[in-house]
């Protein structure tokens, strides 16, 4: 097993930039992935102490796959990065146990 301090699931460019700014900035090893299969993998593989996805699904998917990563890591805490959201997916979101869920900005 591996030890990646974060494992980040996004393809925005701007996000990941800032991400490994922080993460260099506080020594730390960061995995970026941009694909589900590739994150769940290094979900896997690695014993990270936290996980960020970057979702830019529709909300029912995006509710899938935090279930998928709960089961998968429950004790990792997972940061949920949206564009927008409604009351009823952050009620939803937030019952899955996620530690964080916050705005990202389209530009």
Not at 21 to 28: D, E, G, V, W, Y
Not at 30 to 44: A, Q, S, V
Not at 75 to 88: D, G, M, Q, S, T
């Amino acid at each position: 097993m591996d030890n990646a301090n974060l494992i980040l699931m996004s393809g925005n460019e701007d996000l990941i930039n800032k991400c490994r700014t922080i993460c260099c900035n506080l020594s730390l090893s960061m995995i970026c992935r941009n694909n589900f299969p590739d994150f769940i993998f290094e979900l896997y593989q690695n014993d990270c102490m936290v996980a960020i996805l970057n979702c830019t699904k529709n909300e029912i998917e995006c509710v899938t796959t935090v279930r998928l990563i709960r089961k998968l890591r429950p004790r990792v805490p997972l940061i949920v990065l949206c564009e927008a959201f409604n009351e009823k997916f952050e009620h939803s979101i937030l019952s899955e146990g996620i530690f964080y869920l916050g705005l990202t900005t389209t530009t």
